[in-house]
């Protein structure tokens, strides 16, 4: 069974930091792309980032240069880094499994199959 768990999430001031992780199981973590997803309060889904299974990283316009994606496919582990944090960036923080293949030299993603149940950050002074 395929199990994604979320943690790392708190409350900080703006300005600080956290990192948020994502463990893995259940299926072969290295072959997978991975994403980040977050839901501030009442409101809808916002994508964050996404790391392909060959490392490459997007990023969405309003977390550029502040968060760092990263994974660990020795211990199966997803990161999400955190700096400068705004109260904006308050939500609920989700990992998803991200479906990935390889055609003619391109990378593309046809989905996101498997979520945890996320991590609350709440940025406030």
């Known amino acids: 069974e395929v199990q994604v768990v979320e943690s790392g999430g708190g409350l900080v001031q703006p300005g600080g930091s956290l990192r948020l992780s994502c463990a893995a199981s259940?299926?072969?973590?290295?072959?997978?792309?991975m994403t980040w997803v977050r839901q501030a309060p009442g409101k809808g889904l916002e994508w964050v980032s996404f790391?392909?299974?060959?490392?490459?990283?997007n990023y969405a316009d309003s977390v550029k240069g502040r968060f760092t994606i990263s994974r660990d496919n020795a211990n199966n582990t997803l990161y999400l880094q955190m700096n400068s944090l705004k109260p904006e960036d308050t939500a609920v923080y989700y990992c998803?499994?991200?479906?990935?293949?390889?055609?003619?030299?391109?990378?593309?993603?046809?989905?996101?199959?498997?979520w945890g149940k996320g991590t609350l950050v709440t940025v406030s002074s």
């Open positions: 998803a499994r991200t479906l990935e293949g390889y055609y003619m030299g391109s990378y593309y993603y046809y989905g996101m199959d498997y």
């Open positions: 259940g299926s072969t973590f290295s072959n997978y792309a």
């Open positions: 790391i392909n299974s060959g490392g490459i990283t």
